[in-house]
């Protein structure tokens, strides 16, 4: 009975020892609260099942190394994990320990994020669950919790915000504004039990799994084998890894600010295609534009443009294909594209301009109303000054 | 012809009123002009029947189409613009005409004894009036006929006790919706009309019966001077000058409907928010300053009250006019002031409306 | 100069040939007025080319036009819808506009299924959405054939 009890206390001790800073867990509440809402209590699992029997009214802490291997012990079996949810992947221990995390922490470095840091420890809550940790649109904020505190990632060798700067992308814009939960978050492109920084030849493998025709495109053109001969990440050169922006058109040209202006200039090989596609887009963008302005005011004059705005909607959809072609960095392909958009541009403007025209040819006609009754009107004033005079 | 006329005669009592009609004549003097407006307005209300009558056949009173059946008629009846910006114009341009009409008559002391009868019919279609303008400008569903009618309706919710239950009944609810737009659609092409027309009947043939009104200075000018005034044979003299005039107002429509064509705008979304600077339309715009003008609350009671219960005195005072002027050239005198008065107040807040409308 | 033929009051009523010429020109411009109230009338009133707002009902094109496995664009209001005929003969007409981005989607014969291109968004032939970024399923419309002309059309 002593002997079990020194033990658990030497275990305690041990655990307590071992056990990372409080916050590495999620805190707020007592674990007891905490997992009245927890998926595994709904399953029929109680505190015995993670931490053993309670000895003195005590359960033992579980040691930040000890962690992984625990959930494992169900989660990687698929037998048992069947008879709760049968569609669950048992894979997650096995791709934790390929990780930059699970590597760490086994080799005995607890400041390196384990199950309960991303799932909670007494919480857990399934990943589709809104309030999950890990559901999309919070992966950001909890990879947060320890990528960007410098003070952290520092000891490590980290200088830099990941997740700050994704939180300035595109895809947190797509994914948090619009909720569009096919936009990537951290876990989309590192994995998340898997996680590790993509390789700077991968990235591209993991871009184009959405956008498939840059991709394309960009492996059949001269700067494949160019970036991989000098070693430079595909679309990162460009459009960076975290804080993807908007890309805009003046991107595109051989003078500052233009990206392209970083490498080329005049004299390099390809200024004439470069130039081609800046023309383009400009022509493109100036041609849509100005067409949406004369729809705009022909549809306030109460005019039809039903048809006019469909002609730009092809023109529009042609822009967004031709800045998808730039990334042949050829000018055949994107004038292939661009000139029919520009046409369709300029026939949506003629249609608005045909529909104001129209208003115009109203006052002509209006102009013919008026000589017949101007006339009239003539007519009948002589008519009433030779009428009798009146009698007083 | 003469065989034709023979026939009718025998079937219907026609002679009578085609006797009357040749016989009347209408009195010349210095304010003879201002005669020209009642025929002016009948011409507007003309208009609007026939452009009305055809819109209805394009027309769709629900929600969910009716700014869409207006768009169609706008862009792909022929004319639908036309006939459109006409029906728009010719409300305003009627409601400008019966201002100008009631303004003489009160001016003009025509409401004196024996026309009191004409006169109360006559306010009446003039209320009305402002009820089709009212109830039409909601009928293309758009953004500002939304918004408008919605400030409108709430404006009725200032009366206490039963205004709320007024706005309930105008709005066919609680807020302004679907139900609103067919209830002012049935009233505007069902109820207004058949009231209109009645009172309008009893307005005209009144106005035949007792003869062209003539004021009382000019009358008095008369006995002074024992000439009878020159009396103008209404056919073919003051028809062909109506005719004149009536023309000119057909080719002002054109005109606006081409150079000033009536907007559309964006469909009603009853779920925005209200967009900056809506505003009912000119002949409301008088109320609707002088309100801005008013302290939302005054001893408790809504400061709205402050504009709608001399505004409801005055519309008051105005329907029971000839009862309450006892026809002395002082009483007359009060009267002239008074109207210059009211006409001096709209005047200066529809000034003030549009000048802070533009800034 | 007889005095026989001086008059008191006024002028002389115009001579006969002038008043007929007169009334002639009054009535001539007065028929023009006429003419050019009830042109606009008329045509008014002859139902025109599409009689009803094309927003709840549209033409399609030919329906013998439509081969199995294919599928058309066409404008529906100020967006486009798509038509498509099913290997096996049936007519199903949807939305053209991606829930995604709001791209024009197209018909993939090699697929037999509906694409979009702009993110590379799939749709099966019920409309759902299948495989790609787009969030919901494209909004169905009724297909109706009269004669050889496919009609769509959406609930109000």
Redesign the interface.
């Known amino acids: 009975m002593t002997r079990g009890f020194g033990l658990c206390l030497i275990m305690l001790a041990v655990g307590l020892a071992t056990a990372g800073p409080s916050w590495a867990q999620i805190p707020s509440g007592t674990p007891s609260d905490l997992f009245r809402d927890d998926v595994h209590a709904q399953a029929g699992l109680t505190c015995d099942s993670c931490h053993g029997k309670a000895t003195g009214g005590e359960y033992r802490s579980i040691a930040r190394t000890e962690i992984a291997p625990l959930c494992s012990r169900c989660h990687s079996d698929a037998a048992y994990m069947r008879r709760f949810r049968p569609q669950l992947r048992v894979d997650q221990y096995a791709q934790y320990l390929t990780s930059t995390h699970g590597k760490r922490m086994s080799s005995g470095e607890t400041r390196v994020a384990t199950c309960s840091d991303c799932h909670g420890g007494h919480g857990i809550r399934p990943v589709q669950d809104a309030r999950s940790p890990v559901a999309p649109p919070r992966v950001a904020t909890t990879c947060a919790r320890c990528h960007s505190d410098a003070a952290r990632m520092s000891a490590f060798g980290h200088q830099d915000n990941p997740p700050a700067d994704w939180g300035k992308s595109v895809h947190a814009k797509a994914l948090l504004e619009r909720g569009d939960t096919s936009a990537p978050t951290c876990s989309t492109c590192h994995g998340s039990h898997g996680a590790v920084p993509p390789g700077v030849t991968s990235v591209a493998l993991i871009c184009s799994q959405c956008h498939v025709r840059e991709a394309e495109l960009f492996r059949k053109s001269p700067k494949k084998a160019l970036f991989e001969s000098l070693g430079q990440a595909e679309c990162l050169t460009c459009h960076s890894n975290h804080e993807i922006e908007a890309p805009a058109d003046s991107w595109i040209g051989l003078k500052d600010p233009a990206l392209c202006s970083t490498c080329h200039d005049d004299s390099v090989k390809g200024a004439a295609d470069i130039v081609a596609v800046q023309e383009g887009l400009q022509r493109l963008s100036v041609g849509i534009d100005r067409a949406q302005r004369v729809l705009d005011r022909a549809e306030q004059a109460g005019m039809l443009v039903d048809e006019g705005r469909l002609v730009l909607r092809d023109a529009h959809e042609r822009q967004i294909l031709a800045r998808v072609t730039v990334h042949a960095f050829a000018a055949k392909p994107f004038t292939e594209t661009a000139t029919p958009g520009v046409a369709e541009a300029a026939r949506a403007e003629a249609i608005g301009t045909g529909a104001l025209q129209e208003l115009q040819f109203r006052r002509k006609g209006l102009a013919v109303a008026t000589v017949l009754i101007v006339g009239f009107l003539v007519t009948l004033w002589v008519k009433i000054r030779r009428l009798p005079p009146i009698e007083p | 012809m003469m065989r034709l006329q023979a026939w009718l005669e025998e079937r219907m009592p026609i002679a009578r009123f085609v006797e009357a009609v040749r016989h009347k004549t209408v009195p010349q003097h210095r304010f003879s002009l201002w005669y020209f407006f009642g025929g002016m307005t009948l011409f507007f209300f003309f208009v609007q029947v026939v452009t009305g009558a055809l819109l209805l056949l394009y027309y769709r009173p629900s929600a969910s189409e009716a700014y869409e059946s207006v768009a169609f008629v706008m862009t792909r009846v022929p004319f639908g613009w036309l006939v459109r910006s006409i029906h728009a114009w010719s409300a305003n341009l009627m409601i400008a005409a019966a201002f100008a009409h009631l303004f003489s008559v009160v001016f003009l002391h025509a409401y004196r004894r024996p026309r009191e009868v004409t006169w109360l019919s006559g306010v009446l279609v003039f209320f009305i009036t402002f009820a089709f303008g009212f109830s039409g400008y909601l009928l293309p569903w758009n953004e500002l006929a939304f918004f408008a009618t919605r400030v409108g309706t709430d404006m009725a919710g200032a009366v206490p006790g039963i205004g709320e239950a007024v706005v309930h009944f105008m709005r066919g609810g609680k807020d302004v919706s679907g139900a609103t737009l067919t209830r002012f659609f049935g009233v505007h092409v069902a109820i207004l009309p058949a009231l209109i027309t009645a009172l309008l009947a009893a307005h005209l043939l009144l106005i035949q019966h007792h003869g062209m009104s003539v004021p009382p200075s000019i009358e008095a000018a008369q006995r002074k001077h024992g000439r009878p005034l020159p009396a103008m044979p209404f056919i073919p003299h003051f028809a062909l000058r109506d005719l004149f005039g009536w023309t000119v107002a057909l080719a002002l429509l054109a005109g606006l409907s081409a150079y000033f064509p009536w907007e559309l705008g964006k469909k009603a979304d009853i779920f925005a928010a209200a967009p900056a600077g809506i505003r009912p339309e000119w002949y409301f715009l008088w109320m609707f300053q002088a309100l801005k003008y008013m302290p939302a609350t005054v001893f408790g009671m809504s400061g709205e009250l402050l504009v709608l219960v001399p505004v409801s005195v005055g519309a008051l005072a105005l329907t029971l006019l000839p009862f309450l002027d006892p026809d002395t050239p002082r009483s007359r005198r009060i009267v002239k002031t008074l109207a210059g008065l009211a006409l001096a107040l709209m005047t200066t807040m529809t000034v003030l409306a549009l000048l802070e409308g533009s800034s | 100069m007889s005095s026989d033929h001086s008059s008191g009051?006024?002028?002389k009523?115009?001579t006969p040939r002038r008043?007929d010429v007169?009334?002639w020109?009054?009535g001539t411009?007065?028929a023009?007025?006429v003419?050019?109230?009830f042109y606009?009338?008329l045509?008014?009133?002859?139902p025109?080319?599409?009689p009803?707002?094309?927003?709840?009902t549209v033409s399609a094109g030919k329906a013998s036009a439509l081969l199995p496995n294919s599928g058309r664009l066409v404008?529906f209001?100020?967006?486009?819808a798509i038509v498509v005929r099913l290997a096996g003969g049936e007519l199903r007409a949807f939305s053209g506009v991606c829930t995604?981005l709001s791209?024009?989607v197209q018909y993939r014969q090699d697929l037999h299924h509906i694409w979009c291109?702009?993110?590379?968004g799939h749709y099966d032939l019920n409309g759902r959405n299948i495989s790609?970024?787009?969030?919901r399923p494209l909004q169905p419309y009724d297909v109706n054939v009269q004669g050889d002309e496919i009609v769509i059309s959406r609930k109000?």
């Open positions: 009051a006024g002028r009523p115009p008043r007169l009334d020109l009054l411009w007065g023009g007025v003419g050019a109230v606009p009338v045509r008014f009133l002859a025109p080319e599409i009803e707002s094309p927003t709840l404008p209001g100020a967006e486009p995604h791209c024009t291109a702009c993110h590379n790609g970024p787009p969030p109000a």
